[in-house]
């Protein structure tokens, strides 16, 4: 089955730089790939997607790159904002089970 | 409109006691997903129905967990003799089971053992 492996486990930023997390995926045929935002003690909230057939995916100050032949995929967030301090989840989707796996998460701290 | 809901929000029982767990999805939502999710982790697939059948229930970690979606709407995860490892928090998601993929997260339920 499919197995995501997710890095930096922690990151701590300065207000206004730029924070990439980095996930890697071992099921070349997952073809979905959704980053989720989770703060203490709320429900994973999905902030941006991408499907296999694009490269790159942007919203905002939001990113996320695709590369299907090295099968990993990144989250780029540009400008931080103490707001966007929680708990990140990268998730791929099974192609033949249609379950998601996620990875273990990224606790991210931008300080003000 | 509406999002997932989930009942209770919080359930603390004591080790051996059956418990249930239940999920609204969003109204017209085919594809129904339970997770559960320890500290500190990410969310761990449990099971996914497809309308009112299971079309991957792999997750389920052993014969004391169930979960039925009998009329393809609400769901129910049942739990059976509790023990202090299966204390958690319980999630529900809810896609329209086909494309575009996006799942969305109930608030969960946090079961606690005693």
């Known amino acids: 089955g499919e197995n995501v492996e997710q890095h930096p486990s922690t990151l701590s930023v300065q207000e206004g730089d730029s924070a990439v997390i980095k996930c890697t995926y071992s099921d070349s045929a997952s073809n979905y790939f959704p980053w989720y935002k989770q703060e203490l003690g709320k429900r994973p909230q999905l902030i941006i997607d991408?499907?296999?057939?694009?490269g790159e995916k942007k919203d905002q100050r939001i990113a996320v790159t695709l590369n299907k032949t090295a099968k990993h995929f990144s989250l780029h967030i540009t400008e931080t904002q103490p707001e966007d301090s929680a708990v990140y989840f990268c998730a791929a989707r099974d192609n033949y089970g249609q379950n998601f796996v996620f990875g273990p998460g990224t606790r991210l701290s931008v300080l003000p | 409109g509406a999002g997932v809901s989930q009942t209770p929000s919080n359930k603390v029982t004591e080790k051996g006691k059956y418990v249930e767990l239940r999920c609204d999805p969003i109204s017209g939502h085919t594809a129904l997903y339970w997770y559960r999710q320890s500290l500190g982790q990410g969310p761990e697939f449990l099971i996914y129905?497809?309308?009112?059948?299971?079309?991957?229930d792999s997750g389920l970690p052993n014969d004391r967990f169930f979960a039925v979606r009998p009329e393809g709407s609400v769901s129910t995860l049942k739990i059976q003799r509790t023990e202090r490892g299966d204390s958690a928090v319980y999630l529900c998601a809810s896609s329209s089971g086909q494309g575009p993929y996006e799942q969305y997260f109930g608030p969960g339920t946090r079961l606690t053992v005693t």
């Open positions: 129905f497809q309308g009112t059948g299971a079309a991957d």
């Open positions: 991408i499907r296999s057939n694009v």
